[in-house]
């Protein structure tokens, strides 16, 4: 999603009444871009954020790649989210970026986005601009998979699997594969084949990679049926 484009003429008269003449100089117009961002309203940051778009504002850095595609994010360019992120886990930003990232992504997911819940936990897993926690982050995957994300409850259930806690893992399972979760049909499946603490059962290891099976065709069936929809279009 993009906000409503700003005209130039628009964003200039905006900037210069409220600070003035915007210097001439690129690299004073670099420097003053920054600084003004940070005392601007709300209106004048999406005008600065319109002039990133605009290629006014030049992108010299990785850091810089990283902020400015992150104040977007901030004044509603909610498309950028993946890139950000991904820029995030590249290590473009220097600390102080980083930080603007993780709390802007902390403030969200204690808002139970899920989306921003597990960028924590990705990021506390791999210790990615934080210090290394398989606590903190499965802490975070457990609120992902409580509020009803499969990709977390299978991450719950490989957790408690490594734990040799064989109970929980297939409670964990269980609720990934009743939302779809192909993946977690074939874990349960290999559990009951292989009797991984639980009394060894073929027929339910059978049934369950049925289950999982079925799930890959459906969603191949679906593709096929999507490319075939917009085919017709053409």
Known sequence: MKPKEMKPKEIYNLLTQEFGDIP?????????????YLLATKESKRALVELFFYNVIT?????DKLLWNFRALENGYDDLEKRVKTFFYENYGDETTNNFVFKYFEE???????SS???????????????????IAHKWYEKAALLGNSGSQLRMGEYFLLKKDYKEALFWFNKAATLGNKVAYIKMARIYKEGVGVKQDLEKAKLFLKKALKKKVEKKSKLLFTAQK???KK
């Not at 992108?59 to 850091?63: A, P, S």
């Not at 969200?108 to 899920?114: G, Q």
């Not at 597990?118 to 926690?133: A, E, M, Q, R, T």
């Open 230 to 232: 917009k085919s017709r």
């Open 108 to 114: 969200r997911a204690l808002k139970n986005d899920i």
């Open 24 to 36: 001439e100089m690129e690299e004073e117009a670099q420097k003053w871009f920054n600084e003004k």
């Open 59 to 63: 992108i010299k850095d990785d850091n």
């Open 117 to 135: 819940i597990i960028f924590l936990g990705n990021i506390y897993s791999g210790g990615i601009n934080v210090d290394k926690d398989k606590d």
